[in-house]
């Protein structure tokens, strides 16, 4: 039976001291032995950022694409390979900036992959600009009156893009990040987990301190994760720690529905037209042909 530090590359993490990704790796692998997978049949597919240098420290077989593109690259593996498991490892600049325009097709599609984004709400690796998810007001290197934009709820931008697995945990609960993780990858589907994943360096607003208390399991709390109308309505509510200091920040699996993937789909295509495995053989039925 393979343990988490089977699932571990010989590399050493190279995060700032006190990092929330530490916390997020540990949880990966724990998820991984926990799910018995075997490392040769899982893919990990990062884009550019302190998160995304994840896959280096896995033994799995990973990609380590360019900036904003883990997304299309992960779809291109399971769409060749639909037997093995892909895990997108990626941060909120990545994945809500420059790689934004891939999420909507992605989950709308529903495809069988499962996007982890640990959500620092600051660029780390870029020395301290404010991302999607940063809060208003918050000074970075490019901002140094504060920010005057309005943070990005991830939680209801990917529940109005179509995900059928949409959930939030953080870095500071091991053991609720295992669950989280875990149950992403288990649905069939497109799977979104926002992870709060505190960065010590440069956001020393959203610290490990500051929701030390503040965070609180939906799913203890009563709330229906198959029904898209509630998880609308807490998600809505995701972003009131960010005007009231006092406010919860909820965590936990806000929806949660099975649907036919894309790759389902595709097998279906493929069934009624006698399927064109040989990438010759769809070049050539995609030449014009002669009257």
């Known amino acids: 039976m393979l343990k988490p530090a ?7 993490p190279t995060w700032c001291a006190g990092c929330g990704d530490f916390g997020v790796l540990a949880a990966i692998t724990r998820a ?26 896995l033994k799995n077989y990973s990609i380590h694409t360019l900036h904003g593109r883990a997304i299309p690259v992960a779809i291109g593996v399971k769409l060749a390979r639909p ?12 994945l809500f900036s420059i790689g934004a325009g891939h999420n909507p097709h992605a989950a709308r599609r529903n495809v069988d992959i499962t996007v982890l984004c640990m959500d620092n709400q ?4 870029t020395k301290n ?5 940063s809060r208003e007001w918050l000074y970075g290197s490019l901002t140094p009156y504060g920010s005057i934009d309005r943070p990005l709820n991830p939680i209801a931008t990917m529940l109005a893009f179509g995900a059928t697995f949409v959930a939030q945990t953080y870095a500071g609960n091991l053991q609720h990040m295992t669950y989280v993780i875990k149950e992403a990858i288990k649905h069939r589907g497109f799977s979104f987990v926002n992870i709060i994943s505190p960065c010590p360096t440069f956001n020393r607003v959203d610290t490990f301190q500051y ?3 503040k965070v609180k399991d939906i799913n203890q ?4 994760p198959s029904s898209y109308e509630a998880a609308l309505r807490v998600a809505f509510h995701d972003l ?12 936990g699996i806000f929806y949660r529905v099975q649907m036919e993937t894309y790759e389902e789909r595709m097998a279906k295509v493929k069934a009624r037209y006698g399927g064109l495995e040989d990438l010759q053989e769809i070049i050539d039925a995609c030449k014009p042909k002669r009257v």
């Open 240 to 251: 009131d720690h960010y005007y009231d200091p006092e406010a919860p920040v909820p965590i």
């Open 83 to 94: 037997d093995l498991t892909v895990i997108v490892e990626t941060g909120d600049g990545d």
């Open 32 to 57: 991984f032995a926990e799910l018995g997978l075997e490392p040769h049949r899982v893919v990990s597919v990062s884009g550019i950022g302190c998160s995304s240098r994840l896959p280096l420290f």
């Open 6 to 12: 089977d699932y571990r590359s010989d590399v050493e």
């Open 122 to 125: 600051v660029y780390g690796l």
């Open 129 to 133: 600009q404010v991302s999607p998810t």
């Open 221 to 224: 709390l009563g709330h229906d």
């Open 211 to 213: 929701y030390k208390g």
